[in-house]
């Protein structure tokens, strides 16, 4: 039980570190972010995902810059069954370009979302602390500007979410999927 004990506060330690050092992109640009992205990518620790993550596919992220400089954000997922499950937060912007907050209803958690590296005709790297009860887990995303992406850049999602604490059977480049239909 010590050691199990002293193994999770190293890990928390960790975890903690690498939330320290995660920086957006450097002259993030806000309207080359706009338009649809592909969720190509997903890693994370958590609970749930460690249960859901052999059923997850690539879904879609629109990408809405509000006149205020926030960011809309509409994601999509076809389900199983033909139906679409569908989620959309208001990302508020930060006084550092490419961080932004947002509360989940539908988690009921607080997000603080980065934007750590982007090509924005290729590929971003969403990295996002979620925190709920005082407690915080690490998110990663990759955004890709179409549903498939490159050996090479799935390599470099890894290492990043590596880097920033998730256990590699937790890193999941998802299957290709067909889009729900528009809204």
């Known amino acids: 039980m010590k050691t199990t004990l002293l193994r999770l506060i190293a890990a928390l330690a960790c975890v903690l570190a690498a939330y320290a050092e995660v ?6 640009n806000l309207e080359q972010m706009t338009g649809k992205w592909y969720l190509v990518g997903f890693a994370t620790n958590a609970v749930w ?18 006149a205020g400089g926030d960011l809309d954000l ?17 990302a508020k912007k930060t006084d550092t370009p490419g961080r932004y907050t947002f509360h989940s209803q539908a988690w009921n958690n607080d997000n603080d979302m980065r934007i750590v590296d982007v090509v924005y005709n290729d590929y971003a790297l969403v990295h996002t602390i979620k925190t709920k009860d005082g ?9 890709s500007r179409t549903p498939e992406t490159s050996a090479v850049l799935q390599q470099k999602f ?3 979410s590596v880097e920033t604490g998730i256990v590699p059977e937790n890193i999941a480049i998802l299957p290709k999927n067909a889009e729900c239909p528009e809204a």
């Open 158 to 160: 890894t290492q990043f």
């Open 74 to 90: 509409s994601y999509a997922n076809l389900n199983e069954d033909g139906s679409c499950w569908r989620m959309t937060h208001l």
């Open 49 to 66: 995902f460690v249960n859901h993550k052999d059923s997850m596919k690539v879904g879609t992220v629109m990408v809405e810059p509000t």
């Open 135 to 143: 407690m915080s887990e690490v998110l990663n995303k990759l955004y």
């Open 23 to 28: 920086m957006p992109a450097k002259d993030f």
